[in-house]
């Protein structure tokens, strides 16, 4: 059935409440008889079209933070189960069978329990069989499972931050993912159960100076400068070479004599310029705000036991109360004490690198 809302009203059905933490979470099953929500306290509940809690139980020992029907059912003995994943704050992914009828009622249990991450899990999701789920975590890394054994076909670590988001297409062969350090990625799965393949796209502003030429190509494009895709194409310029472009190269070597366009393209690669410098820098991650991600200056402990720039951690309480930014978890209280051992060893860090900067200032040219 498709859906026609283009001018329509929408109009609020129902709506109920949970009895703790936050709702997080929540996925239809294929047949939109059933939703499930998953809260910041790990519960999860089950709620007919009309809303009246079927099911609610503990899925997660800390917070739940995705979950996600298979559009496949499948069948135990006769059964018709629809498969449901959740994922959490306790490093887990969880694979559940549910059962849903008239005749039989409602049921719901784990069949799988998933591991593989050292951190958080904030996202999962089926492919279009059913057969794979890909989740994202907290650990920068992408594992893809096999939903019959639970085996791990593989792991990605291509990702510098938090993977914040995962999907997989349901026609193609194609899995994304997005973080935190700002990129989006799309791999291609080999045939049947193989192992993923290669990255079709997913250019990190990061690793400019790693573009190939097709992927200046297509920054181009994106950025509006399609004029010029010919002239790059024909001049062999990967990232490399587009980041040591200037006003006079384009003129004199690239001969596009449009003073508007130069301008242009000038702009745009020093603003790759200033993002290659914001990123490039292999700063360890527990000097990095996990709020702004950006390097802690006063770096303090909340009471969630994770360290935060002070001001954005004043900031996030200011704006979402007593909420931990890492557990949506009610913070015991809002004292902030100095992270001085942080801060002992970020200024450490900071001197090697001022004197490793100035060695390599100093250090003669060949």
Not at 131 to 149: F, P
Not at 161 to 168: I, Q
């Amino acid at each position: 059935m498709e859906l026609d809302i283009k001018g329509a009203d929408m109009v609020l059905l129902r709506s109920a409440t949970v009895k703790d933490g936050s709702i997080v979470a929540c996925a239809f099953s294929p047949h939109g008889n059933l939703l499930i929500t998953g809260s910041s306290c790990g519960d999860l509940t089950a709620w007919d079209e009309n809303l009246k809690c079927l099911y609610n139980d503990k899925g997660h020992d800390l917070g739940v933070t995705c979950c996600d029907f298979s559009s496949q059912t499948v069948y135990e003995r006769g059964i018709e189960y629809y498969q449901m994943a959740s994922c959490g704050q306790d490093n887990e992914i969880r694979v559940w069978l549910i059962s849903f009828s008239d005749a039989r009622g409602f049921g719901m249990r784990c069949k799988l329990t998933l591991g593989g991450h050292s951190a958080p899990v904030l996202s999962c999701a089926f492919s279009s069989d059913g057969q794979i789920l890909v989740s994202g975590s907290v650990d920068k890394s992408v594992i893809i499972y096999t939903v019959k054994t639970g085996c791990i076909l593989t792991i990605l670590t291509h990702h510098t931050r938090y993977v914040t988001a995962c999907a997989l297409a349901p026609k193609h062969p194609l899995l994304a993912t997005g973080s935190m350090d700002k990129t989006v990625t799309i791999w291609k799965l080999g045939h049947s159960d193989e192992l993923p393949d290669f990255p079709l796209e997913g250019r990190a502003q990061m690793n400019v100076e790693a573009w190939s030429e097709e992927e200046v190509a297509t920054w181009l494009s994106q950025e509006g400068l399609n004029e010029v895709e010919h002239i790059f194409k024909a001049n062999n310029i990967d990232g490399k070479e587009l980041l040591h472009l200037t006003k006079d190269s384009l003129l004199n070597d690239l001969k596009i004599e449009s003073l508007g366009l130069r301008n242009k393209l000038v702009r745009r690669i020093e603003d790759l310029k200033s993002s290659t410098k914001a990123e490039l820098p292999n700063i360890p991650n527990e000097f990095l705000c996990p709020i702004t991600w950006e390097l802690m200056m006063d770096p303090v402990i909340a009471s969630d036991g994770y360290s935060y720039e002070r001001k954005a951690i004043e900031d996030w309480i200011s704006r979402k109360k007593r909420t931990s930014p890492m557990t949506n978890l009610t913070l015991e209280n809002l004292l902030l004490t100095p992270n001085r051992t942080l801060k002992m060893a970020l200024n450490h860090w900071l001197e090697r690198q001022k004197h490793s900067s100035q060695s390599n200032q100093t250090a003669p040219h060949r």
